[in-house]
Every structure is written in structure tokens, then in C-alpha cells.
């Protein structure tokens, strides 16, 4: 039997629609979605590649546990129960900061960490570890202090923008925009509107820029000021909109007056015209910022945020249309928390809160493991994440692993850190389960897309979901579910849910275990814990959310989660399921005032200081490392660890160590050529890409590399680069700012 199925791609957090050609229960060709309303038929060749992913040599069929030096395989019964007795004996002697949980890494298992979150707590554990943690901790922290919340995020409204700047961020490689090449190209190519780049490199997006500032490597910090106190200088800043939506200007302000903008330019070796003129572009359009992780991890990550933050506000341009909107999301990226809280858990050994939306950075684990504190990491479940290759300083992951007393990886392959498990269990692939795409961030509208499984799963493989619903009953965290729930899960679902609510109100435990509920009534009735976990959300959706689906089409009533549910169940490319109201969007400000808080005193010393004399010495380099490494750099030929098989690439140099024809030649090196890069962290090998796009004394490294495949290692694993230790102030890692030196090999 063949037919075209719809589904997503799990590759990135746009997740793309897809149709995926079926015959006999085989994936054999992947096609973009044209019904798809918001990636509106445009697939990457990354997603294009999905089948790659979804049948990689070596699939893990049977759940696993280490036995000296192999693995043998287990039952699953066997497996969660020494599981359990493992984790409930740790508990019992060392207590719950012993325990700590990472997912996910993937952009298709999202229902996982709801089920791994949920046990986590309540087994007493706050230590959560994940991407975003990795990637975004000082973005996010910024945005609770000025914005009031840390999961809430500003989105370029790109079709009343006149102006789109992209700030570290390559969108024609990297989209985290739906569409991002045919929007940035679309910016480029339009007379009316003006595509502006800030990146040090002549990147694939800097190249169809209106403008290109091609900033010194580290020196955004100093150029975010330089815009500030440009601005001010001017009189150009928005009066009324400061008067009517900022607290605490008149506070910060002084920190940009009698600024010596001409010599910080220099600094940041730019020309002092074109950055005067993109601040009167700046306060005369419209304009959106997109930044990525060109700016949130390098040099100073947390003051650029904070700093563009500024920008942003004294242009009135946060929650103004044309400007950066905060969207209207299904389902917010984490949750809130406040290190001031006292309440909030931080690191025995770092001291380090988790201030990525409630995900510690995974930087500080190695440290949180290998020390002697009493209430020191012991054990870590892992699920749909690959540390080793995924998180800085490899290394010193390593080390760590090997000195847990339980490490349970849940993956579809033995991947470099499942082979240090105590425990291997096979997952369900991303197109095999049911699961969401929670975080395309779009506005006005709101879409979500439940992909669904379009093949069997292979042998023995459940969703990771699975294995927390059963380690929850074993460690009691699942109340008795009394049998009329059960038998009431079979027939109407708003029957169901009075019933649900009923019997809640009379069980205690039933609500901070209310995923393994459902799992165990509507999971095992539709074979599916996230169909039945996405169900429960519509019925307990927050009132933003309802009233943004009331715009959308959805009437209020006791009965819209469930015909929420039922949409998205009919419409299998996804659907808009909500509207926000953008005339109403600064009320999405959660300071106490409703206003954007511009003082953050932790960051006053830092700001204040900031200068040209200072920068132009902290900039220097060490004798024996002389160039910056780009640790990480994202293209069309990476996907992060899970496109394992190189097949995926074949005939394409993906994996290159690429600098400037100056510095090959400086240092005697050409094209092609097997080289040796140094950090403090240690060395790689890998072949010379001689680029024009690369700036002169900067080093670029893909990341998502270095997999063991059959045996063979295919290009640099770029985190035996990186330290752990080479961080943030609040964790995150400063992978593309890393002194390194270049030398031919061996």
C-alpha cells in the first residue's frame, strides 16, 4: 500500500509541514506540504532529509543494561523496576537534588519533558537541564527582569515591518522564522524595505543585505551602547512612548550620556556614518529585530541582550506592529523562575539558578556531578538528547558520566552518551508517536500542528513517555485510578473529563500527577500518552489562550478545549488555533506595572563601565591562542546529533575548519589540507575550507559533528573544543567567542 501522509519536520523549531510518501509501513520519500498555512509549502533540504534520520544503522530495538562492559538486553518490566529501585534508593540516602532530568534535544519529542518534568517534581527534584538552558539563559533572564516573565519572547512582526535587522543570526542557513529565506529575501528584494546584518562574517544572509556592519568579533556589547548613546545624543529616542511604557529610564540614562561614540566605533571597527545612519533608520521605520545565537553566545551574552532590550525600548519598538510582538503561543517555552525566589533550587558546586525559563544550563553539570558536596548529582535521565556531542566541553562530560550511579538514556540509537548508561531504552522516532510543534513562533496568528505517527514503530519501542508513566507508578507517584475512570475514558471525552474532575477533587495527588492520569485512562484507550496529554491541555488551557482561540473562530464555552482538540485531530497540517489582538499586545507585559522595567541592578556596574579604553584591552587575545573560533556555526549540511548517517551529505564538504584566504596564507596553509585546531580545552583535526566569507582572524566549525557512525567518526566533534567553564556569568557557554590557534597537521 503507498500513500502521502502529513506530518512536520523535527529538525529545528519551525517545524515545517511535510507529506511523507508510505509503502508498506516504509517512509521512501518526504515532500514540503502545501496545505501547511504557515510553512505554506517551503521544506529546507534539512527537512527534506528527515528519512535519513529515520533510518539510521544500529536502531535500538530492545531496552538495554550494562552488564561490565556490554550490554545485554531486558525486559521492559525488568528494566523499570531496577530503574525505580535504583532512583528510590538514592533518593532515601541522598535525597532529591541527587536526581536531575535533560530533555529534550529535539524538536519532536515536546510531550516527553511534560511527562519527565512531572516526576521530576514530584519526586522532589527541581533540576532540569535542556537546550535552552544552553542556548538562551541570559536572553531569558533579561526578559523575566524587564518584561516580567522568562518564557515571554519578542517575535519581528515581518509584514508591517519596514526594516528587519538580523543581529547574529543568519536566516538563509539558521530560519528560527517560518519561511526565513523567502521572508529575508523577499526584505532584500523589495524597494519599500531594507534588510540590515550585523555579523562579523559576510554571512549568506549578510550577502543580499541592504546593510552589512560587520562588527568585531566580541564588540556588540560596545556597539549596542554606542546605538544607545547615539540615539540620545541625537534627541532621537521615543518620548512619549518612554513616558507611557518604560520604568525606570531616567535611572539608566545617565549610563549613555557624554559617551565617546567615535572612539567605541573604532573599537568595533566599523565606520562611524553607517552606524549613524542605521540609528536614524532606527527611529524613523518601523522596524524588527531578530537575534540568535551569534549574539547569545558570544562575548558578553548577557549585557547584548539586556542592552538590545534597551534599544529596542527607546525606539518604541517592543509591542508596537511593525516592531517585535510578543506572539500568542499554545504553550509558553518553560515557565518563570525567579532566583530571588528563595524557593528556587541553584547548583551545590556553581551556585547557578535556572534561569532558562526554568531549565538549568547544561554547562554546569559536569561541576554539579563531579564535586563532594553531599547532595551532589548522582543520577540523570536522559531523553532525546545527546549531551556528549550536544553540550560544551566533552571532555569533562565524560569524566562526569562515568562517575553517576544511574544514567538513563532513552534514544532510537546507542549514541556516544547511551554508551555510558547504566540503562538504554528505545524510543518511538518523531514519525512514529504522536507529538506537537509548540514553539514556530508566529503573529497574529497562532498555529499548531499535532503531527501524528505515519509508520508502525520498530519492535519494542515506546514513547519516552512510557518509561516515566511506569517509573511513576512504581515510585508511587500515580494515585489509584478507580475503574469507572477507566471504563469512562472509552466513551464520550467531556463525560470523561467531568468524571476526571470529579474524582480530582477528591484525590489530592490527582492533579500534580494529572499527565500519568491521563496516560493510564484516554493514553492506553487511543495507544497514545501525548494524544492524551494534548487533550488535557485544550480542557485546562489559560485564559489567554482561550480568548486568543475565540478570535480565531473557537467560541468560549466549557466545550472549546475539546473542540480545540478535535480541530487539530481533523486537520492533520496543522491549523490556525488562535489570533492575538495586536492593538493589545503590551498588555502581554508581566511587570508589576505592566511596563517595560529597563533597570536591572545586577547588570548597572557592567553597563556603566563600558567603554571603549576597556574593551579595546579585554579584546585582546593571548600570544598562544591568536583567533576566534565560531564553535557552532549552523548550516544547510547540520541538524544538530541527529542526523547520524553522512549519507545525508554525500558529496558536499559539510564538516570544514574554514578561515580567510589572508590567514591561510599567513599561515601557510591551503584549501583542502588536514589541520589542527587548539584551545584550552584541547585539539581536533579536520579538513581546510579557505572562505571568503569568513572574517580574517575568526575560525568557523559547524557543530552537530564528530558522530560515531558504524565505527567511523565523521568530521569535528567542535564541543572537544569548547570548555564548560568558558561561560556566561548565568551559564551560557561563549562558543562563538573562543581564542584557538590553526596549525597544519601532523
Known amino acids: 500500500m503507498t500513500e502521502w501522509l502529513k506530518n512536520a519536520c523535527v529538525l529545528c523549531a519551525q517545524n515545517c509541514g ?70 528510590k534508593t538514592l533518593l532515601d540516602k541522598h535525597g532529591p537534588r541527587s536526581l536531575a532530568y535533560m530533555g529534550t534535544g529535539a524538536q519532536g519529542g515536546h510531550f516527553e519533558v511534560g511527562f519527565g518534568l512531572t516526576l521530576l517534581r514530584a519526586l522532589g527534584s527541581q533540576y532540569y537541564y535542556s537546550s535552552a538552558g544552553q542556548e538562551f539563559s541570559g536572553i531569558f533572564w533579561v526578559q523575566g527582569r524587564m518584561v516580567g516573565k522568562q518564557y515571554i519572547i519578542n517575535i519581528p512582526d515581518e509584514e508591517n515591518s519596514e526594516m528587519l535587522v538580523a543581529w547574529g543570526w543568519n536566516g538563509m542557513e539558521s530560519h528560527q522564522m517560518p519561511r526565513a529565506p523567502k521572508v529575508l529575501k523577499a526584505f532584500s528584494k523589495d524597494p519599500d524595505k531594507l534588510l540590515v546584518v550585523v555579523d562579523p562574517r559576510k554571512s549568506e544572509t549578510a550577502a543580499i543585505a541592504d546593510h552589512h556592519l560587520a562588527v568585531r568579533p566580541g564588540s556588540d556589547a560596545l556597539l549596542l551602547k554606542t546605538m544607545i548613546s ?110 530571588r525566589n528563595p ?139 478507580p475503574e469507572e475512570l477507566v471504563e469512562a475514558a472509552k466513551g464520550d471525552r467531556l463525560t470523561f473529563g467531568m468524571k476526571l474532575m470529579e474524582w480530582a477533587g477528591k484525590e489530592p495527588r490527582a492533579l500534580s500527577a494529572m499527565p500519568f492520569v491521563l496516560a493510564k485512562t484516554l493514553g492506553e484507550e487511543w495507544g497514545s500518552y501525548h494524544l492524551a496529554m494534548l487533550w488535557g491541555m485544550m480542557m485546562t488551557a489559560p485564559k489567554a489562550f482561550r480568548v486568543n482561540a475565540a478570535r480565531a473562530g473557537f467560541e468560549t464555552g466549557p466545550d472549546q478545549g475539546d473542540r480545540i482538540f478535535q480541530a487539530i485531530l481533523d486537520n492533520p497540517q496543522g491549523l490556525w488555533v488562535g489570533e492575538v489582538d495586536p492593538a493589545e499586545n503590551m498588555s502581554g507585559i508581566k511587570t508589576p506595572s505592566g511596563r517595560i522595567d529597563v533597570y536591572i541592578p545586577e547588570l548597572e556596574e557592567q553597563a556603566r563601565k563600558l567603554d571603549a579604553a576597556s574593551e579595546e584591552i579585554d579584546l585582546q587575545l593571548p600570544a598562544d591562542f591568536p583567533l576566534i573560533l565560531n564553535a557552532g556555526r549552523h548550516m544547510k549540511y547540520n541538524a544538530n546529533t541527529l542526523m547520524r548517517n553522512p549519507e545525508w551529505n554525500a558529496g558536499k564538504r559539510a564538516c570544514t575548519i574554514d578561515i580567510s584566504p589572508d590567514d591561510a596564507e599567513s599561515l601557510g596553509l591551503s584549501d583542502g589540507q588536514q589541520v589542527k585546531i587548539t584551545t584550552e580545552a584541547g585539539s581536533e583535526q579536520g579538513e581546510l575550507k579557505v572562505s571568503n566569507q569568513v572574517r580574517q582572524g575568526t575560525v568557523l566549525i559547524p557543530h552537530g559533528f564528530g558522530l560515531d557512525y558504524n565505527g567511523e567518526v565523521y568530521g569535528v566533534n567542535v564541543n572537544r573544543l569548547t570548555k564548560n567553564t568558558h561561560r556566561d556569568p548565568l551559564g551560557t557557554p561563549l562558543h562563538r567567542y573562543v581564542p584557538c590557534r590553526l596549525e597544519a597537521a601532523g
Open 343 to 481: 524557593k528556587t533550587w541553584r547548583g551545590v558546586a556553581t551556585n547557578l539558578p535556572p534561569v532558562a525559563a526554568g531549565s538549568f544550563p547544561p554547562s554546569i553539570m559536569p561541576e554539579e556531578i563531579l564535586n563532594d558536596h553531599p547532595e551532589r548529582l548522582r543520577a540523570v535521565y536522559v531523553s532525546s538528547s545527546n549531551p556528549l556531542r550536544a553540550y560544551p566541553d566533552t571532555t569533562a562530560y565524560e569524566e562526569a558520566f562515568s562517575k553517576l550511579d544511574l544514567l538513563v538514556v532513552t534514544d532510537i540509537v546507542m549514541n556516544e552518551t547511551a554508551r555510558l548508561a547504566h540503562y538504554v531504552l528505545p524510543s518511538t522516532t518523531y514519525y512514529e508517536a504522536w507529538d506537537g510543534s509548540f514553539f514556530p513562533g508566529t503573529f497574529p496568528g497562532v498555529y499548531f500542528q499535532m503531527r501524528r505517527p505515519v509508520i508502525k514503530p520498530t519492535a519494542q519501542c515506546r514513547e519516552t513517555s512510557y518509561l516515566y508513566t511506569r517509573l511513576a507508578e512504581k515510585l508511587g507517584v500515580v494515585p489509584d485510578i
Open 230 to 339: 547615539m540615539i540620545l545624543s541625537e534627541g532621537w529616542e521615543k518620548k512619549e512612548y518612554i513616558a507611557n511604557h518604560v520604568d525606570n529610564w531616567e535611572q539608566i540614562k545617565p549610563w549613555f550620556e557624554n559617551f565617546d561614540t567615535r572612539a567605541a566605533i573604532a573599537v568595533c571597527e566599523l565606520e562611524y556614518d553607517d552606524v549613524f545612519q542605521l540609528c536614524q533608520l532606527m527611529t524613523t521605520k518601523k522596524w524588527g529585530i531578530h537575534p540568535d545565537l551569534g549574539i547569545f553566545m558570544g562575548r558578553n551574552s548577557t549585557l547584548n541582550s539586556y542592552l538590545m532590550n534597551i534599544l529596542s525600548a527607546i525606539c518604541g519598538n517592543i509591542c508596537t506592529p511593525g516592531g517585535n510582538m510578543i506572539p500568542g503561543m499554545m504553550m509558553p517555552m518553560g515557565f518563570h523562575a525567579d532566583e
Open 18 to 87: 511535510l507529506e511523507v510518501k508510505v509503502e508498506d509501513n516504509r517512509m521512501v520519500k518526504v515532500r514540503p506540504d502545501k496545505a501547511n498555512q504557515r510553512s505554506k509549502g517551503y521544506a529546507c533540504r534539512k527537512g527534506l532529509k528527515v528519512i535519513y534520520h529515520q533510518y539510521p544503522e544500529g536502531r535500538l530495538t530492545e531496552p538495554l543494561k550494562r552488564v561490565g562492559d556490554t550490554f545485554e538486553p531486558i525486559s521492559w518490566d525488568q528494566a523499570i523496576e531496577e530503574i525505580a529501585e535504583k532512583t
